[in-house]
Structure formats: structure tokens, C-alpha cells
């Protein structure tokens, strides 16, 4: 081989060495078929379900013409799933987590077949609809902690940071396209395609569940597992507390979702269509802060990580609420999802090393409690002070708040910043 050839091949290896460290590391989808199974069936039911999501919003809105009767589809699936959240922890960490994830998966095959036999036989009734998305927040609040608890034991440590990428991956690509992908079917052939394309598509996740090995949680202690001892063990351990606190200064103080219908009105003179755009900015940067999440690799502080994700978060919003250009706006927004996603991998990944496996369905369970609740509060939070003040007060105040906040809490636990994942210490 000529000296030409090897600096050739030489140039060829540090470029594919240069996207390795800018995008996604794959090596949990090529180490392990059970994980690749259960990542490939995971993307296919979020799509289904966010498709579901707003043919259920859709078809109240058809039956009722409400806004109202439509924002309580929202209330009917937050109510169980922070009901359920933390007992749905606690059964991951009593029963076989395979085959929890198998029953509370084929529940909502059941429920979307429910609602497509419904459609089909031309039943309408608001009533029903509700009944339908409650029972499927129950199923997935089971569903949530059994899946995120099987992980840690699909793969190596050294992996999980690159395993939640690529499952925050899942969730926002199902969040983005799901809707779109809802809408479109419900025009063409009506609210019965999409519920029926959702049951089939949990098939996937059921298959995926169904090649996994036997899931029993590591028991060390008591054979019962306990909502309080779950919330007591996170009380003990700063590090494993600190990643909801710093989460909760994002989601309740730094949170302007809802304002955007009156900002796009009263700030850019915009639509419905205006709406639409911001509040797909921060998904389009959740999915990069996914997609680009190749670097995070070589982080071995992820307390510090954390910190400086919502720190920028914060700075972001504050700053979105200042602009009056909508497309710098809309960058601002992008750049708060994409800080959001760092902050999520990294305290996920602290979740799944630092505890221990009889605790991991429980702390998952808390993790629903926080993302269902933390934005719904911020939402309230927002829309209180915009009404007493203005939204430009509200959002700015709140993004500057966060800022404080999370630097209070830097102060507050010195251990969090200096945590490494090297020697993981909950």
C-alpha cells in the first residue's frame, strides 16, 4: 500500500472518528438486539400514540365543539398519570418487569382497538372518549418505569448515557411526527384509520417485550416494595434529589408554552399557524439536542452538565421573551429545547447508574410525577403572572428566575457539581 493510500485511509478514519463524536452514538443499537428490539418498538408506538393523542382531541372537538370539552382530554391523562406514576414504580420494583411491560402494553393495544371499534360502529360519546385516554394514562404510567427500569439491565454502564439520547430520540420523534402523521389520516380516512394504525403499531413494542429474558428486580431488602421507602431513599441520596430539583426550575419557573397562542398575536401578529411554530421550535431542538448528542460521550460530570443545561435553558426563554422577531424568537426556542434534552439525558443516566436496581422502578415512577406535573404547573405559573402582568414580565421574570434558582442549587450541593460518572454516588 502506497503512502498516498494510507494517509487517504488515515483521513477517512478521523472524519468518521468527527461524526462519531458530533452525532448519536449508536453502539447500544448494535450491541444489543434486545435493546435494538425494544428501541425500534418504542419509536413505532410513540408515533401511534401521538397520533392517537390528537384524533381522540380532534373527535371531541368534533362531537362537542369545545375548547373546553377539548382541554379536558389533557386533565383526564395528567390525573393518572401522577396517581399511578409512583405506584407504577413500585409494582416495577416487586414484579417481573417484562411482564408488567407486556400487560400494560397490551391494555393500550386493547384501548386504541376500543376506540377504533368505536369509531367504526359510529359510537360518539365525549364520556367514553375520557374513560379511554384515562385508562391509557393508567397503562402507560405502569408501562413508563417497568420499560426505563429494563435498560440498565439490557446494557453496560459505560452505554446508558447513549441509550437515553437515543430514547429522548424516540420520544420527540414521536411527538413531532405522531400528530402530523394523526391529522393527516383522520382527513382521509377518518378518526377509525388512526386508532386502528395505533393498535397494530403496538405490536411492535409487544414483540419487543416478548423476546426479552425474565426482569425480576435485584432484591436486597424487604420483598415488598413501598411508595414512602421509594420517596425515603430519594430524601438520602442529594445527588439523585438534586436532578428533580434542577428539572422542576426548568419546567415550573422557565416555562412559557402557555402563552404562546396570545404571543403570537399581541408579539409577531401571526395565527394559528404562528402558534404552530413555536411550540414545534423547542421539539425541533429537543430532537437535535438528541440527534447531535455524540459529544456528551466524553462528559464526565454530569451534575455540572445538568447546571449549565438548564442554565441555559433559562437564558434562552429570558431572552425569547425580549425578541420580537419571530424567527430569532423561534431560534431561542430551539436552543431551550435542545438545553432541555442535555439536561434529560444526563439525569436520566444518573437516575439508572446511581440507584440501585430494586430502586429504579420507583425513582422512575417519581420521574412521570415531574414531567407530567412540572409543566402543567408551569403553565398555571405562566399564565398567572402574564395575566397580572404581561407575557413579555412573565416569560422574561420566569427565565431569569431559573437562572437564579439553578445557581442557588449549584450553591446549595457542591457534590452535584463535582459528580462523576466514573465513581457514580447517589
Sequence with gaps: M??????????????????????????????????????????????????????????????????????????FSLVPLIVFGLYGGAIADTVDRRKLGLASATGSAVLSAALATAAFAGFERVWFLYGIVALQAVCAALNSPARSSMIPRLLPAEQLRAA???????????????????????????????????????????????????????????????VLDGLRFLATRPNLRMTFLSDFCAMILAHPRALFPAIAVLWYGGDARTTGLLVAAPAVGALLGSVLSGWQGRIRHHGQAILIAVGCWGTAVAVFGLTRNLWLGLLLLALAGYSDTVSMIFRNTMMQ????????????????????????????????????????????????????????????APGFRRYDAVNPSA
Design 353 to 412: 447508574v446511581a440507584a440501585p436496581d430494586e430502586m429504579r422502578g420507583r425513582l422512575q415512577g417519581v420521574f412521570i410525577v415531574v414531567v407530567a406535573g412540572g409543566p402543567r404547573l408551569g403553565d398555571f405559573l405562566a399564565g398567572s403572572v402574564a395575566d397580572l402582568t404581561s407575557p413579555a414580565v412573565a416569560i422574561t421574570g420566569g427565565g431569569i428566575a431559573c437562572v437564579l434558582a439553578i445557581g442557588l442549587l449549584a450553591l446549595y
Design 164 to 226: 437515553n439520547a437515543l430514547n429522548s430520540m424516540t420520544t420527540t420523534f414521536g411527538m413531532l411526527v405522531g400528530p402530523s402523521l394523526g391529522g393527516l389520516l383522520v382527513g382521509v380516512g377518518g378518526f377509525q384509520t388512526a386508532y386502528s394504525i395505533d393498535a397494530v403499531a403496538f405490536f411492535a413494542a409487544l414483540y419487543a417485550m416478548w423476546r426479552l429474558p425474565a426482569m425480576l428486580p435485584e432484591r436486597t431488602g424487604a420483598k415488598r416494595a413501598s
Design 2 to 75: 502506497s503512502a498516498t493510500q494510507e494517509e487517504e485511509q488515515e483521513h477517512e478514519r478521523e472524519r468518521e472518528q468527527s461524526r462519531r463524536r458530533l452525532f448519536a452514538d449508536l453502539t447500544p443499537l448494535r450491541t444489543s438486539p434486545h435493546y435494538r428490539r425494544l428501541w425500534f418498538g418504542n419509536t413505532v408506538s410513540w408515533v401511534g400514540q401521538g397520533m392517537t393523542s390528537l384524533a381522540v382531541s380532534l373527535q371531541v372537538y368534533d362531537i362537542t365543539h369545545s375548547p373546553f370539552a377539548v382541554g379536558l382530554v389533557g386533565l
